[in-house]
């Protein structure tokens, strides 16, 4: 974990056996994108983000009949803890509690009365469920429009904070807050205005970030900055892509700014220039894929590909193993070590046999 990142204090909660905040790890979540009414479907993806290490999965459910797919999921063997995203009707957030998620996630301004969100919070209670107040720049209510003339940051951040208010009149404090904007600058400002007024935890996403490297780009910017400030206690990156790629990604992030508490391998590589004599952007490509298929990406250890004699030793020498790439061939070094020169086509192949050898 990095030393250097000093973390928001924020009240602890559990989503299942799941800990957020206070001295627990940051944790990484998804969302299903299956119809929900779907079992199968919807299992089969829900059991890959569990394999892929989500720690929590979030599943809509637009209907008071796609509940019933939350209990299902246990009974095929689910173990991840489990969130019911709802929108308008309160009965479907009541029943989805009363089927034992773990969450639900409501925009208490578009759930409707205060007695509609009383009914949510008797159940959330009795069933010890979490509720995350989500609030979106798409889904803001009207009067803080009219106020503010856009989903302005503390326009986000004040209808966050009323939610949260209203909650605590009710009674009901296992809260998680969210605010997402498709505005990276938005999102940022807003959860820290949060992050100075409550201690509850925060959970943090850019939404609509769009397509692979569009959504990389914008949530590495909103979710990392934060993060290295000390804010976040949960996150989500959001892809229009398979979810499973999500988590990778945040994994990602979380790796990079030392807050993982999974080991990761750390793949240093050169962005090549007219020194380099091998060719580094394959090699790359396919060293990660061969490690991907080798279950070797969740070791920690520090891998150096570097494609010349400029740079390349003292990175490869800082690295766990590595390689410095020459004419036709690497010179491989173990634990800054200097071992011996390999033959370009044989420099995957005994890269991951050494790596094999020293995890």
């Not at 008797?122 to 509720?131: G, N, P, T, V």
């Not at 807050?177 to 959860?191: D, G, L, T």
């Not at 800082?318 to 800054?336: C, P, T």
Request: proline share 4%.
């Amino acid at each position: 974990m990095n030393k250097g990142i000093i973390r928001r204090s924020s009240r602890e909660v559990f989503v299942g056996k799941v800990g957020i905040g206070a001295h627990h790890p940051i944790s990484v979540q998804s969302m299903t994108n299956t119809d929900t009414h779907d079992v199968m479907a919807t299992y089969r993806q829900t059991k890959a983000l569990e394999d892929s290490g989500c720690d929590i999965v979030r599943i809509t459910a637009p209907t008071l009949e796609s509940v019933s797919t939350f209990a299902e999921l246990r009974k095929m063997g689910i173990k991840v803890p489990l969130v019911a995203d709802i929108h308008f009707n309160y009965k479907i957030a009541v029943a989805a509690i009363e089927a034992g998620v773990d969450k639900v996630r409501i925009n208490p301004g578009n759930i409707g009365s205060r007695e509609k969100i009383a009914e949510v919070v008797k159940a959330a209670s009795e069933r010890k469920c979490l509720i995350r107040i989500g609030v979106n720049s798409g889904s803001l209510e009207a009067h803080l429009l009219k106020k503010y003339g856009s989903p302005t940051p503390e326009a986000l951040a004040e209808s966050a904070l009323y939610n949260a208010e209203l909650l605590e009149e009710l009674g009901f404090s296992d809260i998680i807050i969210s605010v997402k904007a498709s505005s990276v600058p938005s999102m940022i400002a807003a959860n820290r205005i949060l992050a100075e007024k409550v201690n509850y935890p925060l959970h943090l996403g850019v939404t609509e970030a769009g397509a692979r490297l569009s959504a990389a780009v914008k949530s590495s910017i909103g979710i990392g900055t934060l993060l290295a400030e000390g804010i976040g206690d949960t996150v989500r990156v959001s892809l229009t892509d398979d979810p499973v790629e999500e988590i990778s990604l945040a994994r990602e992030i979380l790796s990079s700014l030392g807050l993982s508490d999974k080991p990761r391998m750390d793949i240093v590589s050169c962005p090549t220039c007219g020194r380099t004599k091998i060719n580094l952007l394959l090699l790359s490509e396919k060293f990660e894929e061969r490690a991907r298929r080798e279950g070797l990406l969740d070791k920690n250890i520090k891998v150096a590909l570097m494609g010349c004699a400029v740079n390349g030793p003292g990175e490869a020498s800082d690295a766990d193993i590595g390689i410095a790439g020459g004419v036709g061939e690497a010179l491989l070094f173990k634990r800054g070590v200097s071992v011996r020169k390999i033959p370009e086509e044989r420099i995957i192949d005994e890269l991951i046999e050494e790596i094999k050898s020293m995890v």
